[in-house]
Structure formats: structure tokens, C-alpha cells
Nanobody
Framework: QVQLVESGGGLVQAGGSLRLSCAAS????????MGWFRQAPGKEREFVAA????????SYADSVKGRFTISRENAKNMVYLQMNALKPEDTAVYYC?????????????????WGQGTQVTVSS
């Protein structure tokens, strides 16, 4: 059973930065694209960013383009989300998951069971 564990969230002022991490226990990310998603209170989970297996191809939601950067370290089985210039509207629980390609990641179904997520709160 794959378990996804997200970490790195916290409380930050608007304009600040955070770096989220995602690790998978039970298997490796081998061959899979990975992505980040978020869910704000009262809203559905939405796509944030995706990266292919090699790390060459990335995609982002329009709302985070130019501010967030997704990366991965396959040797460590880790995926990261660097978040800069944070805004109050970025406040949400952030999740990671996998799929076969960045476009499939963006569809949001997720290849593995969703983890607990990590809370990001941006104060104004």
C-alpha cells in the first residue's frame, strides 16, 4: 500500500515563501509524473503543478505561474513545491499524487490514495 506524506506547510505572511515536500512509502515514484494539488475550505481540490518523470516537463495552474516551482529528486523519491510571493488566496491544504503523465496528473484523479496533506496558511 502506497502512503503519500506531505510536509513543509505552515503559517506565513503574504509575500513570504514556503517549500513543500512529498515522499512516498511503499514504492518509488519510478516512471510516474507527479503533481501538487490544493483544497481550500469549502472548495473542491484543484490542480497546482505537475512534473514528468525526468523533470524536463512541468505545468502549472495559471494562478501560480511565475510564483511556484515544482521539482523532484528521483534518487530520494521526493517531490517538492517551492512557493514564493504567497498570497492569502493560496491558503489551503496541499496534497501530492502521481499519474502517468503531467496532463493526466492535471486531471486530478490521482494514481495512489491521497495523503493527509499539509496546511498552508497565508496571512494578509
Amino acid at each position: 500500500q502506497v502512503q503519500l506524506v506531505e510536509s513543509g506547510g505552515g503559517l506565513v505572511q503574504a509575500g513570504g515563501s514556503l517549500r513543500l515536500s512529498c515522499a512516498a512509502s511503499g514504492r518509488t515514484f519510478s516512471g510516474n509524473a507527479m503533481g501538487w494539488f490544493r483544497q481550500a475550505p469549502g472548495k473542491e481540490r484543484e490542480f497546482v503543478a505537475a512534473i514528468n518523470w525526468s523533470g524536463v516537463i512541468t505545468s502549472y495552474a495559471d494562478s501560480v505561474k511565475g510564483r511556484f516551482t515544482i521539482s523532484r529528486e528521483n534518487a530520494k523519491n521526493m517531490v517538492y513545491l517551492q512557493m514564493n510571493a504567497l498570497k492569502p488566496e493560496d491558503t489551503a491544504v496541499y496534497y501530492c499524487n502521481a499519474d502517468q503523465s503531467p496532463s493526466r496528473v492535471a486531471a486530478g484523479r490521482g494514481l495512489w490514495p491521497w495523503g493527509q496533506g499539509t496546511q498552508v496558511t497565508v496571512s494578509s
